[in-house]
């Protein structure tokens, strides 16, 4: 069984920066895939960004430019860093891990609030 926990959320000013941090209990090499998924109250949980197993990464079209997901393999861990900050991005954001052939993975969720 693998765990993902994840922490960097916060209360953020709109304009400001936060990097979220998603610590795996097995090595990434493992996984096909990597990505940060977000949900809002009474909303779906939406893809935000992913990273694939090499190295090559996908945007939401609302975070392009904004955010960027990457992963520090010896450590185990994938970041997202998230600039420019807006109301907009205000939600529980959830990383996710999947092995080829098997379900995903699923951490707890940190809460990143936008707000003046």
């Keep these: 069984q693998v765990q993902l926990v994840e922490s960097g959320g916060d209360l953020v000013q709109p304009g400001g920066s936060l990097r979220l941090t998603c610590a795996a209990s097995a090595s990434i090499r493992d996984f096909y895939v990597m990505g940060w998924y977000r949900q809002a ?3 779906q949980r939406d893809v935000v960004a992913q990273v694939f197993e090499d190295g090559y990464s996908t ?3 609302s975070v392009k430019g904004r955010f960027t ?7 185990n861990t994938v970041y997202l860093e ?3 900050l807006e109301p907009a991005d205000t939600a529980v954001y ?4 999947r092995r080829l052939g098997e379900n995903s993975y699923w951490g707890q969720g940190t809460q990143v609030t936008v707000s003046s």
């Design 82 to 84: 998230m600039n420019s």
């Design 59 to 61: 945007y939401a079209d």
């Design 69 to 75: 997901i990457s992963r520090d393999v010896p450590k």
């Design 41 to 43: 109250p009474g909303k």
């Design 94 to 97: 959830y990383c996710s891990a």
